[in-house]
């Protein structure tokens, strides 16, 4: 069975940072594009960003220079670095494998 585990979410000051992971489990090799995905209330869940199994990346627009997805696959883990945060950027941040599987989702909220 797999899972996917966020974990990292939280309240935020506008300008500062958070980590977000995601650990995988039961998925062999892990070579799965792995994304992170966020939702906002009355809007639909958008890509924030993207890993290939190979560490090829891409990014929302709204979120290109200040996020950084990383992943170590030895860990089976996905993470998201989040600089410079917004009030925009306050959602419900999902984890996704190979466009299948999805966590339960971490809240981040930037707000002063």
């Known amino acids: 069975q797999v899972q996917l585990v966020e974990s990292g979410g939280g309240l935020v000051q506008p300008g500062g940072s958070l980590r977000l992971s995601c650990a995988a489990s039961g998925i062999i090799g892990i070579n799965y594009f792995m994304g992170w995905y966020r939702q906002a209330p009355g809007k639909q869940r958008e890509l924030v960003a993207g890993i290939s199994s190979g560490g090829r990346t891409n990014y929302g627009e709204s979120v290109k220079d200040r996020f950084t997805i990383s992943r170590d696959n030895a860990k089976h883990t996905v993470y998201l670095q989040m600089n410079s945060l917004k009030p925009e950027d306050t959602a419900v941040y999902y984890c996704?494998?190979?466009?299948?599987?999805w966590g339960q989702g971490t809240q981040v909220t930037v707000s002063s």
């Open positions: 996704n494998a190979g466009s299948k599987w």
